[in-house]
Structure formats: structure tokens, C-alpha cells
């Protein structure tokens, strides 16, 4: 099955500071990659996703880049502030009948 | 209507005691969900109900037992649970199983004393 990993698990960056996270998956077959975030006490909500015959997709400070070869994706904040503060999970799936498999999460710290 | 609402928030059971979670959505989803969250840690699946029917079990317990009485509701009956059972448990749905987004509930705090 498939198999996603995620890094850093933690990462603290300053207030107006770019953010990445990266994310490897195991299954070549993988055509979506969804980006969840989940605030403290708060449910998972989707931020932005990517399919696999598109190579980057932005909306506004966020882009997810997708590189299908190395089989590897990232999520790239920017011009970060204190709300951006949360738990990003990667995911990547087969999409249509097939389950998201998760990565183990990214807790983002944004110093004001 | 974009919500998934579950019910109750909180929840504190003995290991004797039976209870049940509940979920409902009205966005006409057909693909339900049912995940445990640890702290720390991401979703993990439990169970899919895709027009109503279960079509995943990811090996739960049997202590643990869902049902969806229609395309709206999705229940989680619980029974004789362990203090390990102890989680957040995430209601979610999509359009179809396993495409598209996955709208989650704010989930049902559990404690098993």
C-alpha cells in the first residue's frame, strides 16, 4: 500500500518568513495530493490540493509543488503570519475509491 | 450547508458503559467516514460507508460498531472499551468514496476511564 512520510515534524519560523514542508509517497499509481491544516482543538480542513498532471498550483501565500519522478511534493507558505500556526498534514491517494494515506503531520510554529 | 456536525463534544464512558457517537451532513455526500485521531498523530480510518452501504473496516475492534441509518447520518456505537480507546474521533465525508475533498466534523472527544 502506500505509503507517505513528512518532514520536518516540527518547524518554528519567524513572523514574514517563508515555510516548507515536504512530503515523499511510495506509489507511483498516486494522482492526488491534498494539503490538510489542523489548529489546536480544531478540525482537519483542506488548504489546497494538487492532481498529478499539474506540476504547481498556488493560491495566494500557499503553493504546492508536485514532482511525479522523484515522487516527492511540498507545500510552500509564505509571507507567513501567526494564524499559519497549526498541524499540516500531507496526504496522497489514488483518486476515485481509493483512501488518503496521511503523513505524519507538520506542527508550524509562527513567531510573532 | 458545507458542515459535518458530530455529536456529543465531549465524551466520558467507563469500560462497562455503551454510547454512541453521531455525525450528520447535508451536503448530499455518499461517502462517509469515520477516523481516531491520537494526539500528535494524523487521522487514521476506521471505517467507509459509501450510498449507505460499509464498504472499508480497517480491522476495528468489534467493540466499536457504525451504522448509517441514511445518507445523512453515520453513527459510531461504542461498548466495553479499553482506556487505550481514549482518542479524538473524526467524522468526515466527500462527494464519492475515496474522490475529492474530505469535509471533516470537529470530532467527539473521547475518554475511557
Known amino acids: 500500500g502506500e505509503n507517505v512520510e513528512q518532514h520536518p515534524s516540527t518547524l518554528s519560523v519567524q513572523e514574514g518568513d517563508s515555510a516548507v514542508i515536504k512530503c515523499t509517497y511510495s506509489?507511483?499509481?498516486?494522482?492526488?495530493f491534498p494539503w490538510y491544516k489542523q489548529e489546536l482543538g480544531k478540525r482537519p480542513q483542506l488548504i489546497i490540493d494538487?492532481?498529478?498532471?499539474?506540476g504547481e498550483k498556488k493560491d495566494q501565500r500557499i503553493a504546492v509543488t508536485l514532482n511525479k519522478t522523484a515522487k516527492h511534493f511540498s507545500l510552500h507558505i509564505t509571507e507567513t503570519q501567526p494564524e499559519d500556526s497549526a498541524v499540516y498534514f500531507c496526504?496522497?491517494?489514488?483518486?476515485?475509491?481509493?483512501?488518503?494515506?496521511f503523513g505524519g503531520g507538520t506542527r508550524l510554529m509562527v513567531k510573532p | 450547508d458545507t458542515e459535518v456536525t458530530q455529536t456529543p463534544k465531549h465524551l466520558v464512558m467507563g469500560m462497562t458503559n455503551k454510547k454512541s457517537l453521531k455525525c450528520e451532513q447535508h451536503?448530499?455526500?455518499?461517502?462517509m467516514y469515520w477516523y481516531k485521531q491520537k494526539a500528535k498523530k494524523p487521522p487514521e480510518l476506521m471505517f467507509v460507508?459509501?450510498?449507505?452501504?460499509?464498504?472499508i473496516n480497517e480491522s476495528v475492534p468489534s467493540r466499536f460498531s457504525p451504522e448509517c441509518p441514511n445518507s445523512s447520518l453515520l453513527n459510531l456505537h461504542l461498548h466495553a472499551l479499553q482506556p487505550e480507546d481514549s482518542a479524538l474521533y473524526l467524522c468526515?465525508?466527500?462527494?464519492?468514496?475515496?474522490?475529492?475533498?474530505?469535509?471533516f466534523g470537529e470530532g467527539s472527544r473521547l475518554t475511557v476511564l
Open positions: 468526515a465525508s466527500s462527494q464519492q468514496m475515496g474522490a475529492g475533498e474530505l469535509f
Open positions: 506509489d507511483s499509481a498516486s494522482n492526488y
Open positions: 494538487i492532481r498529478s498532471n499539474v
Open positions: 496526504a496522497a491517494s489514488i483518486e476515485a475509491g481509493n483512501m488518503l494515506t
Open positions: 451536503m448530499g455526500h455518499r461517502a
Open positions: 460507508y459509501s450510498y449507505e452501504k460499509l464498504s
